[in-house]
């Protein structure tokens, strides 16, 4: 028995395996491999793949971003690295010349012939060029591979003026990568009007002027009938009303034809005008031959749109799956919805279903010329049920009405009302709305997912793959995850603590809009109203040391001031201006920017320390730590360092701890630029800064990065041209490489960016985020702060540099200021009747290496409770972020 | 037990905590005016360090509390019992004012 089943299972191990061949390797081609190996059916099938490209599948949908960070490896949807680990065999820049379906055989151009049982065809499509004497002269080029993109980047290096011939939505989309590119823009539309295909004429022309806005100069109605040489630059196009255009470069974005020249020579049944026919499971004419994706055609239609692709993927996934499996598929095709959702050069544009109207139908049409705004929504005859929709300019209503158009449910009061409900909610939608549509997530999915505890963004993404796609339905996801969080009783937590319904960043908003300074009026206008309706403006420990950081960070002012009652808010470290120990005394920083100390400052340190018999040790910071100082001696030591030159270090505060710097230029082999001077500089422009959590520098003299800058706040790096700024790296709990925001920045950009990104994280960061975290919560992450700082994109930057400079101008040294004022002393009497205090009370210490250790109170007896912890989660957070 | 005067009413800071020796023991003395004068043990049941009038005064859900600045345990200030662990008490003093005076009931 035991023979005879070993036998039977080494003969299945070492049976060969059904041989699936993919040709195409674009969007859809690769999310039929991705279906098939997150079902596990890898292990059923031997699997080819075939891609004409010298890359695996990147998001074709967004390819303009390449130019805006001029690099293909954000646009990658998957690596060499991934085929190899599901065991799929990828060969790139190979094409497939020929097909037999009747022998099951391909052949590549290099001749290589193989078999196949199953194969499925993902050829995608190619760019149409009209057919218009001399389309093949130099800098005419097209839209669509990463390739196409690097030839448009050449030309226009060349070019001033720029035309795109096509003025559909990937022509706009070339036309947006032109503009990128400093190209004088111009767009060529056949038709009368842009977008010709979703937009009905009124759309388009509102388009057309949002777009001249933009400075693309748009041209419609307009036939190219030739291309020759011009007389102010190389090209000039003629039209055919006798009129021209010069320009250096043309992109020819007028369309896509299905790329399904293999199919027709190998005799698969074709569409009239192109396309290989498939029918509801995909497969064509041949046996076991499937064809999804643009080179698709089903029931005569053509479906240029990544959904549909990706659908039809899950279809032939599916029917491969059952046949391998001899059962029957649960999968068809049964079409799909071509509404799609856009913003093109900046302007919001959507259409739904009979976008462009029909006859008989009824309407109701927006048009608010003063806000650049409209909408036209078609109805049946009966004026019950929505049919197709346009909007321009503003696309808040989109989901709503798509949800209207797929649900096909009767019109509850008038149509008109569709428009006018403001803004979505995500409780109007059903289970069954389809969230994103490129992987046909429904509300329900993402709802369960909650249920099973998925309780972030990036869970529900993993789990459901929602928001994966296009992303252009993250914002939605958001909110339908808020709401089942709600539902599910789990706190959102937006509110800072139990007194506030606000986060962080509302509460600084709040403060500087309202000039609110002082935290009784902050309770009182902005708190929660108590259900008793016994309110004090007590607030807690969570909510005030933030209204604290927030007054700081927006006036600066001294933080024990007793008039606004600052001193009250004030935590653990920043109320005593010493970083507490776990037996209640206090350590002590003086500040040593850039780590640099002379031999008198040293001397002077350990002159205190030994006077005061505190325990001393280096930092990681690069300065010296003294610990075991008593409440009360605070003042006196202080007073002590600040008359050897020291000042206050902030260690005890959400502030700039320190700028760790190697030696620099001044005394390495090695150092292109002197990086203790930028330390020693930069340290002192940012302390006293008070923030949402502590940031820390480092500056390197060269590439050896001997300060360790990519594990800091802002990380700065020498090169022989000047300095690189990598921002939100983090050492600690957990570990995360800066990333390099700019490079070769002389002295003064480096410090105008670190100026803004600072002042942009103190006006947006949540209470204690480090900038790590902070930077991977902004939506759009390092390009979004890149193109705020160094772009301006949001128009702040003058008003963050004015805050900087007036923070950095009204700096004072806390410990200095205290020391001058002795009403400010009296908190450091630790007691009101400090002649009572009784015989041999005294703080119990150890000798271990030479230096004063604290016992801890069990063994010296001190304390009669037993230790206990007992910190809540939220206290153990607390707490944690205080520690140094 | 007796009645202990520990200072006179205008040292003691508003809003915050200070201590002060009563028989011996340290004592953590809030003085919130309208809302109340509270007096409780000045030593962190949870830790055994005496330090308690440091810590930040605290309204959680109506019970106003201080917070301790070790671990941020909450402490009434009426009755001493911590919010997190009913088991930890700083235990609350009688406290009064009387003719400018501070008073605090001693136990012995």
Redesign the interface.
């Known amino acids: 028995m035991a023979d005879s089943t070993g036998t039977s299972n080494s003969t299945k191990l070492t049976s060969v395996k059904p041989k699936l061949v993919v040709i195409g390797n674009g969007m859809v081609g690769h999310h039929f491999i991705e279906q098939l190996c997150t079902q596990g059916l890898q292990n059923q099938f031997d699997i080819e793949v075939f891609g004409e490209e010298p890359r695996p599948a990147y998001d074709r949908v967004q390819l303009s971003k390449y130019f805006e960070t001029g690099s293909a490896d954000e646009l990658m949807l998957t690596s060499a690295q991934d085929y190899q680990d599901w065991g799929v065999k990828l060969h790139l820049e190979t094409r497939i010349t020929a097909l037999d379906t009747a022998n099951k055989t391909l052949t590549t151009e290099d001749g290589v012939t193989s078999t196949y049982d199953s194969l499925v065809l993902a050829t995608g499509s190619y760019p149409f060029v009209p057919p218009i004497n001399g389309n093949d002269r130099e800098r005419c080029v097209v839209y669509r591979t990463i390739e196409d993109l690097q030839d448009i980047e050449a030309a226009a290096s060349q070019s001033k003026v720029g035309v795109v011939v096509g003025g559909g939505l990937l022509g706009l989309e070339a036309a947006n990568a032109l503009m990128a590119l400093g190209v004088t823009t111009h767009v060529v539309e056949f038709a009368p009007q842009l977008m010709p295909v979703q937009l009905n004429d009124k759309a388009g022309d509102l388009l057309k002027s949002k777009i001249n806005e933009l400075g693309v100069s748009v041209h419609t109605s307009k036939a190219t009938t030739a291309i020759v040489d011009g007389e102010s630059a190389m090209h000039r196009m003629t039209f055919n009303d006798d009129t021209f255009l010069e320009t250096d470069m043309i992109v020819f974005s007028a369309g896509i034809r299905p790329q399904d020249a293999l199919a027709r020579s190998s005799g698969l049944a074709m569409g009239e005008r192109g396309g290989i026919t498939i029918d509801d499971n995909c497969l064509t004419s041949a046996p076991d031959v499937y064809a999804i994706g643009e080179c698709a055609l089903w029931q005569n239609r053509i479906f240029g749109l990544v959904a549909p692709g990706y659908q039809m993927a899950r279809v032939a996934v599916s029917h491969i799956a059952a046949s391998a499996n001899e059962v029957d598929s649960t999968t068809t095709f049964t079409g799909a919805d071509m509404s799609t959702k856009l913003k093109l050069l900046g302007v919001d544009v959507a259409a739904i279903g009979e976008s462009r109207g029909f006859e008989n139908a009824q309407f109701v049409e927006l048009s608010d010329n003063q806000s650049g705004i409209y909408k036209k929504l078609w109805l049946d005859e009966t004026g019950k049920y929505l049919k197709g929709a346009v909007l321009v300019g503003d696309n808040s209503d989109y989901n709503r009405l798509l949800d209207c158009y797929l649900s096909q449910d009767e019109i509850e009061g008038n149509a008109v009302e569709l428009l006018m409900t403001g803004d979505e909610s995500a409780v109007e939608l059903k289970d069954t709305s389809i969230i994103c549509s490129c992987h046909q997530v429904t509300k329900a999915d993402i709802v369960n997912s909650v249920k099973e505890g998925n309780h972030t963004i990036a869970e529900i993404k993993s789990c459901t793959r929602a928001a994966s796609g296009c992303g252009g339905c993250s914002a939605l996801v958001k909110q339908v995850m808020d709401q089942a969080l709600i539902a599910e009783g789990v706190e959102c937590n937006t509110g800072i603590c139990e007194h506030f319904e606000h986060d962080r960043q509302s509460l600084y908003h709040l403060c500087q809009v309202e000039n609110i300074t002082d935290f009784d009026t902050l309770i009182t206008k902005h708190g929660k109203k108590s259900p008793t309706g016994q309110q004090t403006t007590f607030g807690c420990d969570l909510c005030k040391p933030a209204a604290a950081s927030i007054f700081a960070s927006l006036q600066n002012k001294y933080v024990l001031n007793q008039e606004s009652s600052h001193v009250q808010l004030q935590d653990t470290n920043d109320a005593y201006l010493g970083n507490l120990q776990k037996d209640g005394t206090y350590s002590v920083v003086p500040r040593v920017a850039g780590g640099e100390i002379t031999p008198d400052g040293l001397i002077a340190i350990g002159a205190v320390a030994k006077e005061f018999d505190l325990y001393t040790k280096i930092t990681g910071g690069q300065r010296i730590d003294m610990f075991g100082a008593k409440l009360s001696d605070l003042p006196i030591i202080w007073h002590k360092l600040i008359d050897a030159g020291f000042e206050t270090g902030h260690a005890y505060g959400k502030s700039l701890r320190t700028v760790k710097s190697c030696v620099g230029s001044t005394w390495c082999r090695y150092g292109v630029q002197d990086s203790v001077g930028t330390a020693i500089d930069l340290e002192n422009r940012y302390k006293g800064l008070r923030s949402p959590h502590k940031i820390k520098f480092a500056v390197s003299g060269c590439t050896r990065e001997c300060a360790e800058a990519q594990s800091k706040d802002i990380g700065v790096i020498a090169t022989d041209k000047g300095w690189n700024l990598y921002v939100a790296g983090n050492g600690g709990m957990r570990p995360r490489h800066g990333d390099l925001f700019a490079t070769d920045l002389d002295t003064e950009t480096l410090v105008k960016y670190i100026d803004r990104v600072l002042m942009f994280y103190i006006k947006t960061a949540d209470k204690l985020q480090r900038t790590s975290v902070w930077m991977e919560s902004l939506e759009g992450g390092l390009e979004y702060l890149q193109s705020v700082v160094i772009e301006d994109s949001l128009g702040i930057a003058a008003e963050l540099d004015a805050q900087m400079n007036s923070v950095s101008d009204t700096y004072q040294c806390e410990w200095k200021t205290s020391l001058e004022k002795p009403e400010f002393l009296s908190r450091f009497n630790e007691f009101v009747n400090p002649d009572a205090k009784p015989d041999g009370e005294t703080h119990l210490y150890e000798r271990v290496r030479d230096q004063r250790f604290p016992l801890s109170p069990e063994s010296s007896g001190a304390g009669n409770i037993a230790i206990k912890d007992i910190t809540t989660e939220q206290n153990e957070q607390a707490v944690a972020e205080e520690l140094v | 037990m007796s009645w202990v005067n ?2 006179n009413e205008s ?3 508003q ?2 905590g ?5 028989a ?1 023991k ?1 004592v953590a ?1 809030f003085d ?1 005016g309208q ?1 109340g004068l509270y007096a409780i043990d000045n ?1 962190d ?7 308690l ?10 019970v ?1 509390c201080v ?1 301790s ?6 402490y009434s200030l009426e009755t001493g019992i ?1 919010i ?2 009913e ?2 008490v700083a235990s609350p003093y009688e406290i009064k004012k009387e003719a400018g005076q ?1 008073l605090i009931l001693a136990k012995s």
Request: aromatic content about 4%.
């Open positions: 520990v200072c040292t003691l800071p809003g915050t200070v201590a002060a020796w009563v011996g340290a003395i919130l809302h030593v049941p949870a830790t055994g360090v005496s330090l009038a440091r810590g930040l005064v605290c309204d959680m859900e109506g106003l917070a600045p070790l671990y941020k345990q909450h911590c997190e662990d088991a930890l501070v």
